[in-house]
């Protein structure tokens, strides 16, 4: 079937796309609206004593100007913290209020401190500039080696010594009794750098209220209407869910940064109610540097046992990582349950621990980024096995491939207490290497051009799909449109075609009937989730399986009472019903006609998560002058258990390879350690991956189909934002090996590279 699974098909919201007819939240307007503009701390930490804004007030258009005290006064909630652990010492993780606007003190630079509202954009702006606040400067910490040294500034009197938890993974002490037995143990530690989000749209949000009602209507760029909901309303309003209604239209790009609520959602639902009209707010690329939530930073020490006959022991994880000045939804996730327990990554490793500290920061709320910790383990464990093998004088590939965990040892579950379900390592690996003509290199290396050349793998393993319930609804009305509810939110991975490919397989109705609908909390789904952690086919797919299933069941029982026959005789098959030896036959739509429309509801629960795997593999020249690196080749191969759309798929994982080589070769937030201010504040100071920094890809799969899901896919989302980044910086320190270089931490700018290259030389 040419529009089937597993087929190439074109993406079809892609039309819409390029010819500049998507509807994003910006696009959206309503009678009576008025422009919100949010005041923002200008510093990274100070006391806050004022917000004087009675001249702001006077200027022309501006409607309103809200402060923490007003919010106070409405009795208006915080942020909440969805992920509150326990220290490993024992007691709950402190969660100081998050106030939608700060209150008393600001914690970190861009913290909302005021909400003007005027008649339009700029006279909000122009108010705003005019708001004067009175802020006592206090001294900043900007990194967590800063923030827990013992003479550091306290960010919140809740967490002493700015301690945001504490937390462990595995048992330490018999961690560390095993690397002391072991035969050899390798150390390495690795600066995981802070990077922005930097999705195409900034985030949105329009605010509505209906006075007779008391319903309120969030419009806002999310990765789904449902959580956002959920997280956002009760903890900001106390009112229960029902009460707002939340829209999610066209969304240009998320990548974990707007799965989470934010400050200004609250606010245009807070001045909506106010003045009885909609309020509408669009971030400036400037603010989204200062406030979207940022990714990954971590300070990790890793220690890697290993026997006589070089299998891995043990592993030891320390890591420090920020959560910024406070705490987001998901604030300390990443480097808690998401990262650690994936620490051994494909390698047998029987004994396993990681102890986390993660402290105030007086700069932007961390929270999920692609891959959200998964990414921070395999870079990890990647490089600690590459520093492996050098320092054994063993290929690199040959350590691994010793120490990989084997399909025949499957369903494994790891020393960090993971079970993998299914997986062939190193037979991907090998895949991959003869793909990316591995043998070859030695020959490309030698090429007399005064470049030197280097070639690195990461083979990543991802733990995909937070555990929990996904709903679809496929309707088939009279006149035979379908449409397909679903819960999970595409915000570019191009759920319409898969979806739509899904369904259009399984009912055997052209795509062109088939419209996919998302993104409204008023959808008839019995349950919805979100699009996070690479969950939309294992568990939107699942619940559209369950769904079309349903509709089928119902339509094979009407159509047996049209065909005058006993149910167990008659077939579907291409989009009909027959009974098989006769003549009789309806089709389903004939069959949803005559019913009057039919209806099939899905509601799925994965509780176990996927194991998507694979090997990356880059090969890199550096230019020793300037220390420039240019990626030659790249090539990977990915055990996607099955592939619903190949086509859809690369494009997941090119985005995905061009995020993870960001990371690696040029993107680094900075604040300055001293007043806290951004230095890297926009894109001529940021660097964002283009076009010319990346080569073509080379992207296959082979797949070993997931045992715990029902369509065996594992979830592709992430994936190449977690395996690009120990393949290219594994490729750089082979390029500058012969230097004696083992060790380099990301971003490897040319500066970076041209200094180490420098002091190896001179050293
Ligand atoms: S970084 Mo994701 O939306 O789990």
């Given at each position: 079937m040419k529009f089937g699974v597993g087929q190439p098909f074109r993406r079809v919201e892609d039309q819409r796309f390029i010819t500049g007819t998507g509807r994003y939240t910006d696009d959206i307007h309503y009678d009576g609206e008025a422009y919100g503009f949010v005041v923002r701390s200008?510093?990274?930490?100070?006391?806050?004593?004022g917000v004087d804004a009675e001249a702001a007030r006077e200027m022309p258009g501006v409607l309103a100007i809200y402060t923490g005290d007003d919010l106070a006064t409405d009795g208006i909630g915080t942020l909440p913290a969805v992920i509150v652990l326990d220290h490993v010492e024992g007691g709950r993780m402190p969660t100081p209020p998050y106030h939608p606007l700060a209150q008393g003190k600001v914690t970190y630079l861009g913290q909302p401190v005021a909400f003007v509202v005027a008649e339009s954009a700029l006279q909000a702006l122009e108010a705003a500039e005019a708001v004067m606040l009175n802020i006592e400067d206090l001294p900043a910490v900007v990194d967590p080696v800063a923030a827990f040294a013992d003479d550091a500034p306290q960010l919140h009197p809740e967490a002493p010594g700015n301690l945001a938890l504490h937390w462990a993974h595995g048992d330490v002490a018999t961690t560390e009794a095993a690397l002391k037995a072991s035969h050899r143990v390798v150390e390495l530690e690795v600066v995981n750098n802070r990077i922005v989000v930097a999705s195409m749209e900034p985030r949105n949000a329009i605010g509505l209220y209906d006075g007779e009602t008391g319903d309120f209507t969030l419009v806002t760029g999310s990765q789904g209407s449902h959580m956002i909901r959920a997280w956002l309303f009760e903890a900001l309003f106390g009112l229960p869910a029902e009460k707002l209604r939340v829209i999610t239209p066209d969304v240009g790009g998320g990548f974990g940064m707007k799965a989470i609520p934010y400050p200004e959602q609250g606010l245009v639902l807070y001045a909506a109610r106010k003045l009885g009209r909609p309020v509408r707010w669009q971030s400036t690329r400037a603010e989204a540097f200062l406030s979207d939530t940022q990714g990954r930073d971590n300070l990790s020490r890793a220690r890697l046992g290993l026997d006589a006959d070089n299998r891995f022991t043990a592993l030891m994880v320390e890591t420090m990582a920020p959560c910024g000045g406070a705490l987001s939804a998901f604030g300390v996730y990443c480097p808690t349950l998401s990262g650690p327990p994936m620490a051994p990554g494909v390698y047998r490793i029987p004994i396993v621990a990681t102890d986390v500290r993660i402290a105030y920061t007086n700069n932007a709320p961390m929270d999920a980024y692609r891959g959200a910790g998964r990414p921070e383990a395999a870079y990890l464990i990647e490089r600690i096995v590459d520093k492996a093998a050098r320092q054994l004088g063993l290929a690199p590939e040959a350590l691994r491939a010793l120490n990989m965990i084997a399909p025949e040892e499957m369903p494994h579950t790891t020393g960090a207490g993971v079970t993998y379900d299914s997986g062939d390592f190193a037979a991907v690996m090998r895949t991959a290497m003869q793909a990316a003509d591995w043998a070859g290199f030695p020959a490309r290396r030698a090429q007399a051009d005064g470049l030197m050349r280097g070639i690195g793998l990461g083979y990543y393993i991802e733990r995909t799909g937070v555990p929990g319930k996904e709903g679809a609804v496929v309707e088939i009305a009279a006149d035979g449109a379908v449409t397909v509810h679903v819960g999970t939110q595409s915000t570019g991975q191009g759920h319409e075609t898969t979806y739509v490919q899904m369904t259009a397989e399984t009912l055997?109705?052209?795509?062109?009937r088939i419209t996919v609908k998302t993104g409204?909390?008023?959808?008839?789904?019995p349950s919805a989730g979100g699009t996070v952690a690479s969950r939309s086919m294992v568990h939107g797919g699942g619940a559209l399986r369950l769904a079309t299933g349903d509709v089928l069941g119902k339509a094979h029982a009407e159509a047996a009472k049209l065909l005058d026959s006993d149910p167990r005789e008659v077939e579907f098959e291409d989009g009909a019903f027959h009974v098989p030896g006769t003549n009789r036959h309806v089709g389903l739509l004939e069959v949803a006609a005559k019913a009057g429309g039919l209806t099939g509801i899905g509601d799925f629960e994965q509780l176990i998560g996927t194991f998507p795997n694979g090997a990356h593999i880059c090969e890199v020249a550096v230019d020793p002058d300037t220390g420039s690196i240019t990626v030659e080749r790249y090539t990977v191969v990915d055990?996607?258990?099955?592939?619903?759309n190949p086509l859809v798929l690369s494009g997941q994982v090119h985005g995905g390879i061009a995020q993870g080589i960001g990371q690696a070769m040029l993107e680094r937030v900075v604040y300055d350690a001293d007043s806290g201010q951004l230095l890297s504040g926009s894109f001529m100071d940021y660097g964002i991956p283009r076009a010319e920094d990346l080569p073509f890809f080379e992207v296959a799969t082979q797949n070993v189909p997931c045992t715990t899901n029902p369509l065996g896919i594992k979830g592709a989302g992430e994936a190449g934002a977690i395996g690009a980044p120990p393949a290219f910086v594994n490729a750089v320190i082979d390029a500058l090996s012969s230097l004696g270089i083992t060790e380099l931490d990301m971003p490897l700018t040319p500066f970076r590279v041209w200094e180490a290259i420098e002091a190896a030389k001179t050293g």
């Open positions: 200008p510093v990274a930490h100070g006391l806050l004593n055997g109705i052209p795509p062109e409204d909390t008023d959808q008839p789904l055990d996607f258990g099955r592939v619903l």
